[in-house]
């Protein structure tokens, strides 16, 4: 239904683009003038303008769709705390299911003994 709905816009769009080409210049944009044109009646600018109302309108419909429809199944995920209590692979802590994050940091934090400098140290000067 989601591939439907994406064709259906994209054509929208499409069809939407070359129509406001189509449309006659107003002038004075970037000094160009409108000119006798392609489209050069009163009626044809009515059409074109009506015409871009209803894509512009079936545009803007299609999206909050295909918006919906792309959230419809989502289910709300922290980003903070894990979803499941399990030890993941790394080793890295997560949160108990009393505390916070910072509280499990705290907790791996002083269960690992202070560690020695990775590498040599520069001789200090007295």
Sequence with gaps: MQTVIIVIHLMIVATLIATVLLQKSEGGGL????????MSSRGTANLLSR???VLAAGFFLTSLFLS????YDRKPSSVILPTSQS????GAPTAPSGGG???????????????????????RSQ
């Design 51 to 53: 015409t871009t109302a």
């Design 101 to 123: 994050v910072l509280d499990s940091l705290k907790k791996s934090d002083e269960a690992q003994p202070p560690s020695a400098p990775p590498g040599p140290e520069a001789p």
């Design 31 to 38: 000094g160009m003038g409108g000119g006798a044109g392609f």
């Design 68 to 71: 919906w429809l792309a959230s």
């Design 87 to 90: 030890q993941p692979a790394g």
